[in-house]
Every structure is written in structure tokens, then in C-alpha cells.
């Protein structure tokens, strides 16, 4: 089967693999520690760059480990001293920290990147847990806010409203605000997959087989909302009480949502084989991972090659993994308290209602001091830590209490 005319680059195309190699990629887990390694990353306002974007990595890529090849690009070093943005509680932009930690695995594949001034008033993140390599998590740190934003200016649905025309830095940027967020984020996701697959092909073998998640959240003083890629999570924390943002693409388990993936992938024409796409990948919606996309034909001849029953049988008529978000937009109710989103780092050992619990008790013990938030990531990832996770671990923490909240 040819090969998409997008991913054929100076150095050929993407080279060829076997079932082995996917397999020992993402199936692989290093128990190894690197105790030098395991520091906490935050992120701060010090550390972005001038137009206010902050990207954050852990260490093995901030510091020229090999967590990432040679992008073309450096990755701005995340501070190592323990800040946030400097907001004060009940402002906007609101105060937030980031908590970003390689643990036990041999590299550290997680990102963040953070626009506390973004587009139509609000304030935007994003979380972004890697695999099969650090490049994909890497690239879309820098490259899916402008997605997004292009998308915002593509939208033939933008009306200008009172919220977007006090909020926006400029008339201009209130004028160019849809009503709703769902559609443009669904188009910078796609976009933003488009782009990073066609930059992975420039790199070697793996990275350009690496893939990611992302869950992105909007903030602003009327409402939230949550897009979100694989099996991170966004929690809302309102009246101490814990409510998931985003849904988890998994294809194992019983519950409802994992057997909506599996039929679409069995519709598609793949297969789900103990728990995991083909397989091999167990997130069924990811940026990246081109062999499950243009290369999936290629992925059937090598598995078929490898005895795979299923993968006989398989037509992969369309791609089996897809960026398309799932889209969640909420109304703000002036209780909520804090807003928390991280990779399954965390979410693996701590339920939702225990890290809304965790949080909260540190924000409620700093009071108004501005590191609160970045205080409150901290504690989830060394909770995490504690409970012996047995993945990267990256955290943002957003303060949402009003002044009157913390008295």
C-alpha cells in the first residue's frame, strides 16, 4: 500500500516495522529509577517565553536527556524552583501551578503548556502524556493553542458578545468569539494531528512512531470547558465535591464509553485484542501513531506477517485511532473551588474525589498566597509518587475561589 504523499520527506518515507517493535514501545514499562531525575518541574511565568505561552517538560528533555530527539527547536527549561504565576485568588488570569515528574519509567514523555492570556478572554492549558517517545507530547505543547486559534478565526459561527468584548485584550479579539467552543476545538485537534504527524516524519525511528493524549481546559468567569484526547482527566472541584470534565478513551473494561470505541474501531474494520487497539496501543484516541492512521495497511502486513489471526480478517477500511476530542462546555456556578487535569500518572492511584480532597485542603491551609496552586500540584504528584505509580506523572492545578472563599 503507497504511503500518504505528506509523510514522504528529504530522507524517504517512514521506515518500515514489526509487530515487535510497537509491542516492546508501548508495552514496555522501565521500573528502573533515576532518583536524580525525580524532581518536581513547575511552571511559571518566569520560565515563558515573551508572548506569555509557557511550555513545560520533565527533565530528560528540558536538559538535553534523551527524552527528545532534535526538533529543530529547543524546549524552554521548566523553572526547577517552586513558583507559579504569580496571580492573585479571585483575579483573572487565575493563579495555577504545574507539577511535571519523570518517576520510575526510564524517559518522561509528559508536557504541559499554559496560555493564561488566550483567545476570546480565556485562559487556556494543556496536558499532553506521551508514548512510544517525548516527540509527539513535545511538538503539540507548541502547536496546539495556535490550532486552536486558527481554528477561532476559521469559525463562520463568531458573534460578539458581552462576555468575549470585557474579557478580550482587544475589540478585535472579541469580535472573532464563537458562542460555542466545540467546533473550533474539534478542527484544531484534527489540524493540530495533521501538522504533528507530517514533523514526526522527519524524525527517526521511533519517535516517529510516537503518539499522545491531550486534555485541554478553557477557563474563564462565566464557564469551563474541557476537550480531551485519551486517557488523561478534568476534574472540576465545586463545593469540595469532585465532577470528571473529560471522558477516558480506553477500549478495556466493561462501561459504556469503552464499548462505544470498540464498536467504532470494529466498524472502522480493526479489531480490539486483550484490552488494547490491534493489540498494541491502549488508548483508542491519540494525536500521532501514524500506523494506526495512514499506516495501519502497513500495521495489517506486519502483524498478518507475525501469525495474527485478527489482523487477517481486519479490512482497516479507516484509521482505527482518531484525534476527534469528546467536547464538554459548562456554565461556571461562582462555587467552584479549583480545577485540576493530569496524565494517568495520577489518576491511576488516586481517585478524582481524593485529589479534589487534596487540593483543597492545601489551597485552604495557604489561603491566599499566591504558590497555593503550585503547592497543591506538587502534593498530587508526590501523592501519586507515594501510591507507587508506575508512570510519568504531569499536574496542573487551577485556584478558582473567589477572594470572599478564602477568608
Not at 72 to 87: D, I, K, P, Q, R
Not at 125 to 142: E, Q, T
Request: proline share 4%.
Amino acid at each position: 500500500m503507497s504511503m500518504s504523499s505528506s509523510l514522504i520527506t528529504s530522507k524517504g518515507s517512514l521506515p518500515s516495522y514489526g509487530y515487535g517493535m510497537a509491542t516492546k514501545v508501548r508495552s514496555n514499562h522501565h521500573l528502573q529509577r533515576h532518583n536524580q531525575q525525580r524532581r518536581c518541574i513547575t511552571c511559571d511565568a518566569s520560565s515563558s517565553s515573551s508572548s506569555g505561552i509557557l511550555y513545560g517538560q520533565g527533565p530528560s528533555s528540558a536538559q538535553g536527556g534523551k527524552g527528545v530527539p532534535d526538533l529543530g527547536y529547543a524546549l524552554e527549561e521548566a523553572s526547577t524552583s517552586f513558583t507559579t504565576n504569580g496571580a492573585k485568588v479571585g483575579s483573572f488570569p487565575p493563579p495555577y501551578g504545574v507539577c511535571l515528574r519523570q518517576g520510575v519509567r526510564e524517559d518522561m514523555e509528559d508536557a504541559c503548556s499554559v496560555v493564561p492570556k488566550a483567545r476570546c478572554g480565556y485562559f487556556f492549558a494543556s496536558v499532553f502524556d506521551g508514548h512510544g517517545g517525548a516527540a509527539a507530547g513535545a511538538i503539540l505543547s507548541r502547536s496546539l493553542y495556535a490550532a486552536f486559534s486558527q481554528a477561532i478565526d476559521a469559525d463562520p459561527r463568531r458573534v460578539v458578545s458581552p462576555v468575549s468584548r470585557e474579557l478580550a485584550e482587544s475589540e478585535s479579539a472579541a469580535v472573532s468569539c464563537p458562542v460555542h467552543l466545540t467546533p473550533p476545538l474539534t478542527l484544531a485537534y484534527q489540524q493540530a494531528d495533521t501538522e504533528l504527524i507530517s514533523q514526526l516524519a522527519q524524525l527517526p525511528d521511533p519517535e516517529c512512531y510516537s503518539g499522545s493524549t491531550a486534555t485541554s481546559v478553557l477557563v474563564r468567569n462565566d464557564r469551563i470547558v474541557c476537550a480531551n484526547v485519551g486517557d488523561s482527566r478534568a476534574v472540576v472541584c465545586r463545593g469540595g465535591k469532585a465532577f470528571d470534565l473529560s471522558k477516558e478513551h480506553r477500549v478495556y473494561g466493561n462501561g459504556q464509553l469503552a464499548k462505544e470505541e470498540t464498536t467504532r474501531i470494529a466498524q472502522a474494520g480493526g479489531w480490539v485484542a486483550q484490552g488494547r487497539v490491534c493489540g498494541i496501543l491502549a488508548v483508542s484516541r491519540a494525536f500521532g501513531d501514524w500506523e494506526f492512521k495512514e499506516g495501519r495497511f502497513q500495521l495489517k502486513i506486519d502483524l498478518m506477517a507475525d501469525g495474527d489471526r485478527q489482523a487477517r480478517e481486519a479490512s482497516m477500511d479507516l484509521p482505527v485511532v482518531v484525534p476527534t476530542p469528546d467536547v464538554v462546555e459548562v456554565e461556571r456556578m461562582g462555587t467552584e473551588d479549583l480545577l485540576i487535569v493530569a496524565s494517568d500518572g495520577l489518576w491511576d492511584v488516586v481517585s478524582s474525589q481524593d485529589a479534589c480532597r487534596e487540593a483543597l485542603n492545601i489551597l485552604t491551609k495557604a489561603g491566599t498566597t499566591e504558590s497555593a496552586a503550585g503547592e497543591a500540584a506538587q502534593a498530587l504528584v508526590n501523592l501519586a509518587l507515594k501510591k507507587r505509580t508506575q508512570d510519568n506523572v504531569a499536574c496542573l492545578v487551577v485556584d478558582l475561589r473567589q477572594n470572599d472563599k478564602t477568608k
